[in-house]
C-alpha cells in the first residue's frame, strides 16, 4: 500500500505530472527497466517501458493516466494526505486512479523480481492529460505505441467495460435579420428565437439503439446571441451541443440529423453546423467482443482471485480507450481498482481492490504470455 499513498501525495493535477512521472521513472528505472519519456509543450510527460520476452508471443499494454482533476469544494481531509477508514482511502485519484497506477507498478515489479519469464512482450505507459484532452495517450499512439491488446487500469471493478460510446462537440450558427428593437416584429428576424426552436428540436432527435451501450444522446450545453449593449434584433446566435454516439453513428449523420430539423423549421440557408475544432481527434464510439482472449482470461483470473463474477459493461462516457482501440486499433477492456466520488470531493478508493487488482493483472499476463 506504500506505493498507493504515495501516489496520492504527490499533486498531479492535470498539466502538472511531471513530479509523479519522476517518481514513476525512478521504481522503475530501480527494478532495472529502461524508461522513456515522450514530451509535449505546456503539458507533463508520458512514460513508457517494456519488458520484451521470447518466442513471439503476443504484445500486451498496460496503461493508465498519472493526471486528476482539480481540487474540489468540500473536502473533509486533506486531498494530498491518505486518510484511512477500514477499506477506504481517501484522497485527491485515491479512486481515478492512482490505485490503477500502483497495481500496474506492483505488476511489473513482481514479474522483474521474480524473474518470470514472458514470451510475449508487455508494454507499460503512464499517460499525462487524460482529464482534458488525452494528448499524452494520443501522441504515444502517433508516434509508434502499438499492442496486440491493452489493459486500462480505469476505475472499474466489478464491471469491467468492453465498449465506450463516442462523442462530439458540434457548433451550430444559427443566422436571423437585424433591425431596429423598437420594430421588431415587424421588422427583422430574431436568431434567438430561430436558435430556441432548433435547440428543442435537437434534443428530440433519434438517436441509434446498441443493445448493451443503449441509445446515443443529444445535450444543448450553451446557447450564445444578441448584443446587449445595441437595440438591435440579434442576427446571429450559436448552439453549442454535446453529442454523445454509438457505434455507426458518425459527425456526418449527426451533422445531417441537425440540418434536416433545420429544414423542417423553415431554417434552411439559416443555419451552419461545425465539429467545434480539437487538438486531437475526437474519441470514437469503440466495442470489442466478448469473446476475445483478453477479456475471458481477465474474467477467469478475476473469478479466481475474488470468487466472484467479473461482469461486463458498457461505458456511456470516453476515456483514453476511445484512442487506444480506434488509432491504435488495439482491442482494449477497462478494468482496474475502483472507488466513489471520483471528480468530487472526498474522493476514495478501496485497498482490498488495489491489491486484488495488481494480483489479477499478473495472474493475466502470466496467463497470456507465459
Not at 504515444?140 to 487500469?153: F, H, P, Q, W
Not at 428576424?189 to 434534443?203: D, G, Q, R
Request: hydrophobic residues 35%; charged residues 25%; contains cysteine.
Amino acid at each position: 500500500m506504500k506505493t498507493y499513498f504515495d501516489l496520492i501525495k504527490i499533486n498531479s493535477i492535470s498539466g502538472n505530472e511531471r513530479e509523479i512521472a519522476n517518481y514513476l521513472e525512478a521504481r522503475l528505472s530501480s527494478i532495472g527497466l529502461n524508461v522513456q519519456y515522450s514530451e509535449m509543450e505546456n503539458i507533463g510527460p508520458s512514460i513508457y517501458t517494456e519488458i520484451k520476452g521470447n518466442n513471439g508471443g503476443p504484445t500486451i499494454l498496460m496503461i493508465g493516466h498519472m493526471d486528476t482533476v482539480s481540487i474540489m469544494d468540500g473536502w473533509n481531509t486533506d486531498p494530498f494526505t491518505p486518510f484511512i477508514e477500514g477499506d477506504k482511502v481517501f484522497g485527491l485519484g485515491a479512486c481515478d486512479m492512482k490505485g490503477g497506477i500502483a497495481a500496474i507498478l506492483e505488476t511489473l515489479e513482481t514479474i522483474v523480481e521474480s524473474n518470470i519469464k514472458l514470451k510475449g512482450t508487455l508494454k507499460v505507459a503512464f499517460v499525462s492529460d487524460e482529464e482534458v484532452l488525452s494528448r499524452g495517450t494520443y501522441k504515444l499512439l502517433k508516434d509508434g505505441l502499438n499492442a496486440d491488446m491493452a489493459i486500462m487500469a480505469e476505475c472499474r471493478f466489478t464491471e469491467a467495460a468492453i465498449g465506450f460510446r463516442g462523442r462530439y462537440s458540434i457548433n451550430v450558427t444559427v443566422s436571423g435579420k437585424t433591425g431596429h428593437a423598437s420594430q421588431y416584429p415587424f421588422i427583422g428576424e430574431s436568431a434567438i428565437i430561430n436558435a430556441s426552436l432548433l435547440a428543442i428540436a435537437i434534443e428530440k432527435l433519434p438517436t441509434l439503439h446498441h443493445p448493451d451501450m443503449g441509445y446515443g444522446t443529444w445535450c444543448i450545453r450553451h446557447i450564445e446571441g444578441g448584443i446587449k449593449s445595441t437595440l438591435n434584433v440579434p442576427d446571429k446566435c450559436n448552439i453549442f451541443v454535446d453529442r454523445y454516439v454509438t457505434p455507426k453513428e458518425t459527425y456526418e449523420s449527426c451533422k445531417e440529423q441537425i440540418l434536416k430539423a433545420a429544414r423542417a423549421l423553415g431554417l434552411k440557408d439559416k443555419v451552419k453546423v461545425d465539429l467545434v475544432p480539437r487538438e486531437i481527434p475526437y474519441l470514437e464510439a469503440f466495442e470489442i467482443s466478448k469473446e476475445h482472449i483478453l477479456v475471458t482470461t481477465l474474467q477467469k483470473k478475476f473469478k479466481e482471485i475474488t470468487g466472484e463474477d467479473l461482469k461486463l459493461g458498457y461505458d456511456k462516457s470516453v476515456c483514453d480507450s476511445n484512442l487506444l482501440a480506434n488509432i491504435g486499433n488495439i482491442p482494449t477492456i477497462t478494468f482496474g481498482p475502483s472507488g466513489e466520488n471520483l471528480h468530487n470531493s472526498n474522493e476514495f478508493g478501496l485497498k482490498s481492490q488495489v491489491k486484488q487488482s495488481a494480483q489479477i493483472y499478473l495472474e493475466t499476463i502470466k496467463s497470456l504470455l507465459g
